[in-house]
């Protein structure tokens, strides 16, 4: 069985700094995804980076990047130039590529508060 | 392009009650996948339709049921509510199965 860990329940930062949040991974799966989601005070979860456990070179979107480090299961997050609007929990997720049901597995997440 | 959409937003039950929840999927999307989140949790996996079939299920009991309709929005279904079933009830739709999900809002449900 798959399972993710977020060992940070709580960051902060301040705006326009860098901060970046951590998650670990275990599975015996070659092929999966992972995933970062932000789920704001509004509840809506919200897609902010993907990552094909296939491809070498770490995903980047804006202002968020990835440091996938797959031998190691490790998954981390990177934000740059934090924003007030990045105040959230933040949920790192696997789902493994082929089978039947590709249902995400989730951590327990991290609460980042950006500070002004 | 139309978002998931849930209702209701909120609603409280009683204990022994039940309760059904709504979903309409993102256009084009035939697969609904639901979630259960308990208060300072990770979602947890309920169940998958795909094509109005059942297509995986999370370790929750047998009162926990769903429905796909034709035009693939969702039902889900509690039965003989407990307090522990109180949580954040999220439904996510993909194009098919292994694609990014879209998540809706959420219902919060409360059982007292």
């Known amino acids: 069985a798959q399972t993710v860990t977020q060992s940070q329940p709580e960051m902060s930062v301040q705006e326009a700094e860098t901060v970046t949040l951590s998650c670990t991974y275990d599975?015996?799966?070659?092929?999966?995804?992972l995933f970062w989601y932000k789920q704001p005070p509004s509840r809506q979860m919200i897609l902010v980076i993907r990552?094909?456990?296939?491809?070498?070179q770490n995903a980047t979107e804006n202002r968020f990047s990835v440091n996938f480090q797959k031998a190691a299961k490790s998954f981390s997050l990177k934000i740059s130039d934090s924003q007030l609007g990045d105040t959230a929990m933040y949920f790192c997720?696997?789902?493994?590529?082929?089978?039947?049901?590709?249902?995400?597995?989730f951590g327990t997440g991290t609460l980042l508060a950006v500070q002004p | 392009e139309t978002g998931v959409t849930q209702s209701p937003t909120h609603l409280i039950k009683t204990r022994g009650q039940q309760v059904t929840l709504r979903c309409s999927s993102q256009?084009?999307?035939?697969?609904v996948s639901w979630y259960q989140q308990a208060l300072g949790q990770g979602p947890q996996f309920i169940f998958q339709?795909?094509?109005?079939?059942?297509?995986g299920r999370g370790n929750f009991p047998p009162r926990f049921s769903g429905l796909q309709f034709p035009n693939y929005s969702s039902e889900l279904n509690v039965n003989a509510l407990e307090l522990d079933d109180s949580a954040l009830y999220l439904c996510?739709?993909?194009?098919?199965?292994?694609?990014?999900?879209?998540f809706g809002p959420g219902t919060r449900l409360t059982v007292l």
């Open positions: 997720a696997f789902m493994k590529l082929f089978g039947a049901t590709n249902k995400l597995i």
């Open positions: 990552q094909e456990a296939y491809k070498q």
């Open positions: 256009s084009g999307h035939n697969t």
């Open positions: 996510a739709s993909s194009l098919v199965p292994g694609n990014e999900q879209f």
């Open positions: 599975t015996s799966e070659s092929n999966y995804y």
């Open positions: 339709y795909y094509r109005e079939e059942e297509n």
